[in-house]
């Protein structure tokens, strides 16, 4: 399965949410850079599971799991506003 990521801060880790969630990457990331005023780096990276997902790339840990855009986004604003 491959995911979006939208990596935030070091210490705040990531969000995640399946490709298959997204309409089109470079529409949306596009959309998130607007809505957020930031660059936000997002990458594609693939795991069988999500719990693959999180051994295979612990650098962006820690990651959680969005179901829904609208999660996604409340949850790279909230990992944004911490402080790291």
Known sequence: MKYIVAKTFKKNGSVAISLDQIPSLFEYSDFLEEKFRRKIEV???SGETFEA???SWPEYGPISLATNTATFEMEIEEKL????
């Open 53 to 55: 997902l999180q051994e």
């Open 43 to 45: 990458l594609i990276l």
């Open 81 to 84: 506003k911490r402080k790291g």
